[in-house]
């Protein structure tokens, strides 16, 4: 196991990286889009935990992770709250249809 | 990498990038979360692979059973109306510009795979990333940021009753007559 490569775990986090980015800049369901973030945020996760398995001195990689994974509960929290709050406004949950702020 | 270790590996990606796939091009949102679902898992499989049981465990209380629970509860609540229906607007530039960051991404990633070193693992010591060690980093260098992330987690479950409690006033209809004189209703 000392001889592990470890650019597979980059290479498959900038992979899940591009879906995740292609899905919010894409997609015009808020639902999806929020799902999209997640999927990028779970991408930088898997390459910080990849760089702290290449780097093993400190835990900084994976303390990072636990940050990411905290910020990103708080997040889906509030986004959604959001979602349901638009819902409440507009009957839709379409990000063409949020023009609140527009005028 | 042994030979079991890189088909773990390869199973655990091909489900990853399967999941991701699905989330993004779910039509029906109950669909997307389940592939969510899918793929939180596989990520944390790979954490095990990296050996970082803590945050695999950690991956799966949080994402599978707090953040995926939380979307399917907030998708059955929406109903009907949260599929979105088939959207033929600007399908070309979109379906255009969805292409050309995947191949300008694919690029980037074969040209850096191209140009850099391999990354090494080093040999580790026995426990590394275990809940111990993990505690031990969390308690001692880390515990001013983790002290400050309980606050942003009551920060968030506070605004997010006070945004979800439903007293907002529907300043729609009033938009709509007279644009301009709507913003300065609050909820």
């Given at each position: 196991m000392s001889t592990m490569n470890l650019d597979h775990f980059v290479v498959l986090s900038a992979i899940l990286f591009t879906i995740g980015s292609i899905g919010f800049l894409v997609r015009r369901n808020v639902i999806v889009t929020l799902m999209s973030i997640e999927i990028m945020l779970n991408a930088v996760n898997l390459a910080l935990v990849a760089f702290n398995r290449a780097h093993p001195a400190n835990y900084s990689g994976q303390i990072f992770t636990f940050f990411v994974i905290a910020a990103e509960a708080a997040e889906v929290a509030i986004g959604l709250a959001i979602v349901l709050a638009m819902f409440r406004l507009h009957r839709t949950i379409r990000t063409d249809d949020a023009t609140l702020l527009k005028n | 990498m042994n030979v079991i270790g890189s088909l773990y590996f390869y199973v655990c990606a091909a489900v990853a990038i399967a999941g991701a796939i699905a989330t993004v091009t779910a039509r029906n949102p109950i669909r997307g979360a389940v592939s969510l679902l899918v793929m939180v898992v596989s990520i944390a499989g790979l954490f095990l692979a990296l050996s970082a049981e803590f945050l695999a465990a950690i991956q799966l209380i949080v994402y599978a059973g707090a953040i995926v629970v939380l979307f399917l509860f907030v998708i059955m609540i929406l109903g009907e109306s949260s599929s979105s229906v088939?959207?033929?607007?600007r399908i070309v530039s979109r379906t255009l510009a969805a292409a050309l960051l995947g191949a300008v991404s694919l690029g980037a990633i074969v040209l850096v795979v191209g140009v850099s070193t391999p990354l090494q693992a080093p040999r580790i010591r026995a426990g590394f990333g275990g809940i111990d060690a993990i505690g031990r980093a969390l308690f001692s260098d880390w515990v001013v940021p983790f002290e400050l992330s309980s606050a942003l987690l009551m920060v968030a479950v506070l605004g997010a009753v006070a945004i979800a409690k439903?007293?907002?006033?529907?300043p729609l209809e009033s938009a709509a007559t007279t644009p301009g004189s709507a913003s300065e209703e609050q909820p």
């Open positions: - | 088939h959207d033929k607007k439903g007293d907002i006033k529907r």
